[in-house]
């Protein structure tokens, strides 16, 4: 059971343009929806994450959206760099208990 | 301050043998979660573990099983391998209360042949 749906699987992106991607959730349990960022040969590092409290929160170009009522939250990479290329997972986190989506591999090109 | 540390990095296993990875905590963390990443999957949780107690269990077969110790490192272990059991094995740690930050460390490559 998929308790954190990710989308898309892949985005590629021009340089300097927005990278937008979007999960949703089922459990309404979940209290703390974190964005972590894997590099090839690295394990997943958090990037900015976000409490049901706050319809949005924006780390320099990291922004996340917050739906509570949808039950969704989009992750959106501003003036994106291939720097940034990576793949990309959310979560939903309670009770001791982190889910994950499926991931977005993300290629900005320069 | 150092960071999460599995070993090993690699291992290549035959099938029906078992294999015991390990991670050790940043420290202060009492809480190690496991996950199991898949090309097909992605980040499967697989258990969670805090003070030598499994608090969280996924849903994974009883071929996998882990245990912490009282220093919050943690084993896990997979009895009888399969072909499918190939995967990047991942371990967290985090502290508990309010920060729920999990760090992950860089991973366990098992390749079963």
């Known amino acids: 059971q998929q308790q954190v749906k990710q989308s898309p699987q892949s985005l590629i992106v021009q340089k300097g343009g927005i990278s937008i991607i979007n999960c949703a959730y089922e459990?309404?349990?979940?209290?703390?929806f974190p964005w972590y960022q894997q590099f090839p040969g690295k394990g997943p590092a958090l990037l900015i994450a976000i409490r049901p409290d706050v319809s949005e929160k924006k780390e320099g170009r990291f922004t996340i959206s917050f739906n509570k009522s949808a039950k969704q939250f989009s992750l959106h990479i501003m003036d994106s760099q291939p720097g940034d290329s990576a793949t990309y997972f959310c979560a939903a986190y309670n009770n001791n208990d982190m889910r994950f989506g499926a991931g977005t591999r993300l290629t900005v090109k320069p | 301050k150092a960071g999460v540390t599995q070993t090993p990095r690699y291992l290549i296993k035959t099938r029906g043998q078992q294999v015991t990875l390990s991670c050790s905590p940043i420290s202060g963390h009492r809480s190690v979660s496991w996950y199991q990443q898949t090309p097909g999957q992605g980040l499967q949780f697989l258990f969670e573990?805090?003070?030598?107690?499994?608090?969280n269990k996924g849903n994974f077969p009883g071929r996998f099983s882990g245990r912490q110790f009282s220093n919050s490192r943690s084993e896990m272990n997979v009895s009888t391998l399969e072909l499918g059991d190939s995967a990047l094995y991942l371990c967290?740690?985090?502290?508990?209360?309010?920060?729920?930050?999990?760090?992950f460390g860089q991973g366990t490559r098992l390749t079963v042949v």
């Open positions: 967290a740690s985090s502290r508990q209360g309010e920060n729920t930050e999990a760090f």
């Open positions: 459990n309404t349990a979940f209290d703390y």
């Open positions: 573990y805090f003070s030598e107690t499994q608090r």
